[in-house]
């Protein structure tokens, strides 16, 4: 099922190449029953390994990472992205899900996205988007892990925020 992950064309760093087979052996293991195959994609260029992951009914649960070659990964969901660098653990970043460096965090990021363990809270203003991204733990509580947004002028307003809990393992994610 996930072998399109590995048939990339073009030369991956060792960094590219263990985040396209993490990515596929999560794949293989969960094998997501609302994962579109046919819709979801990687390209291997100059800038990099780019994965996106499309949610079979739900297009806003896109998820894309992306693999440069500065030793750096971002992973994007929603309105949201996070940012993974070489550097992270000697810097003592920590991460709410167990991990020994970026690349195991950058595919621990994706599972859980996978899998319901992340909700992304998203507020509309009329001078941006402010988010909040919740790691849901073992207890199923919800714990803040990333706040974030975008400034500049947005039409639009929300005094509740719209909620999106990643899951392509069960039909209806807000469930």
């Known amino acids: 099922m996930t072998s399109w992950i590995l048939e990339v064309e073009g030369a991956l760093n060792p960094e590219?190449?263990?985040?396209?087979?993490?990515?596929?052996?999560?794949?293989?293991r969960l094998n997501p029953p609302h994962l579109d195959v046919a819709g979801s994609s990687?390209?291997?260029?100059?800038?990099?390994?780019?994965?996106?992951?499309?949610?079979?009914?739900?297009?806003?649960?896109?998820?894309d990472i992306v693999a440069g070659g500065g030793g750096e990964i971002v992973v994007s969901y929603g309105?949201?992205?996070?940012h993974f660098r070489s550097e992270d653990a000697e810097a003592g970043?920590?991460?709410?899900?167990?991990t020994e460096d970026h690349i195991q965090a950058t595919l621990?990021?994706?599972e859980c996205l996978l899998t319901?363990?992340?909700?992304?809270?998203v507020w509309k203003r009329p001078l941006g988007v402010k988010t909040r991204s919740y790691w849901i733990n073992e207890d199923g509580q919800a714990e803040l892990f990333l706040r974030g947004g975008t400034a500049g002028p947005y039409f639009g307003w929300s005094r509740t925020p719209?909620?999106?809990?990643f899951d392509y393992t069960r039909p209806d994610p807000s469930q």
Do not use: M
Not at 42 to 63: I, K, Q
Not at 93 to 98: A, D, G, Q, S, T
């Open 16 to 28: 590219q190449r263990a985040v396209a087979e993490g990515l596929a052996a999560i794949l293989e």
């Open 42 to 63: 990687v390209v291997a260029d100059a800038n990099g390994l780019h994965v996106t992951l499309l949610h079979s009914n739900r297009p806003e649960l896109r998820v």
């Open 79 to 82: 309105e949201e992205h996070e």
């Open 93 to 98: 970043r920590v991460w709410p899900f167990p």
């Open 108 to 110: 621990a990021l994706v």
């Open 116 to 121: 319901g363990r992340i909700e992304l809270q």
């Open 162 to 165: 719209e909620i999106y809990r």
